[in-house]
């Protein structure tokens, strides 16, 4: 068996840590995590996209968290993302019936993810949103950006935080309509039309 010196830091082999993790992968994702509207609601909507790098590559293996109001602007308070059986411990799923307004996706193999959920209402003064957290390779901190819907612009330039950002940055923060209730958001990590992250404080 060979020895590494390991002395100094040019003579320690990288870990996973060292490359491309933390990997989210492993735990986090949950069945049916995309699906957040009840079945058959009549405001269902879906939201979908694709991951870019900062090479614009699409990344097969992030994960994002999604949360928004109902149609009524309110925010969910119901117990139902996650689920246990109370006997076992194993995981239920959702119900079906309540709208708990937070997804869990993880992108596919082509760096695409979707979601199904209701249209969120109005909060306050803001323009209709839906809140992202996004986990990624590479990232050690994760990121938080927002997906307004389209629809009236004077709502959105009259949104405290779209009124603040950039003219030619806002259409990152706002999603395309395509038609029956379908949005496309694609979320660019660096570079060339990244999109406008968020600090919380």
């Given at each position: 068996m060979t020895k590494t010196d390991t002395s100094s830091p040019e003579n320690v082999p990288p870990t996973p840590s060292h490359t491309v993790g933390p990997f989210y992968g492993y735990a986090l994702p949950f069945?049916?995590?995309?699906?957040?509207?009840?079945?058959?609601?009549?405001?269902?909507?879906?939201?979908?996209?694709?991951?870019?790098?900062?090479?614009?590559?699409?990344?097969?293996?992030?994960?994002?968290?999604?949360?928004?109001?109902?149609p009524a602007g309110e925010l969910p308070t119901v117990d139902g993302s996650m689920r246990r059986d109370p006997a076992s411990?194993?995981?239920?799923?959702?119900?079906?019936?309540?709208?708990?307004g937070f997804g869990r996706i993880q992108t596919d193999a082509n760096g695409h993810w979707y979601a199904r959920t209701l249209r969120p209402g109005a909060r306050g003064n803001s323009a209709p949103y839906v809140?992202?957290?996004?986990?990624?390779?590479?990232?050690?901190?994760?990121?938080?950006?927002?997906?307004?819907?389209?629809?009236?612009?004077?709502?959105?330039?009259?949104?405290?935080?779209?009124?603040?950002?950039?003219a030619e940055r806002r259409d990152t923060l706002v999603a395309a309509d395509e038609g029956n209730g379908t949005y496309r958001f694609d979320i660019r990590l660096q570079g060339e039309g990244e999109t406008v992250f968020l600090e919380f404080q």
């Open positions: 069945r049916g995590g995309e699906d957040i509207a009840p079945a058959g609601h009549p405001d269902t909507i879906t939201v979908h996209g694709y991951v870019y790098d900062g090479e614009g590559e699409p990344l097969p293996d992030a994960l994002l968290e999604v949360w928004g109001p109902d411990g194993g995981f239920l799923g959702r119900n079906g019936v309540e709208f708990t809140s992202v957290c996004v986990f990624a390779r590479g990232l050690l901190v994760h990121l938080f950006t927002r997906i307004y819907l389209p629809g009236d612009e004077a709502v959105l330039a009259a949104d405290p935080l779209l009124s603040r950002v950039a």
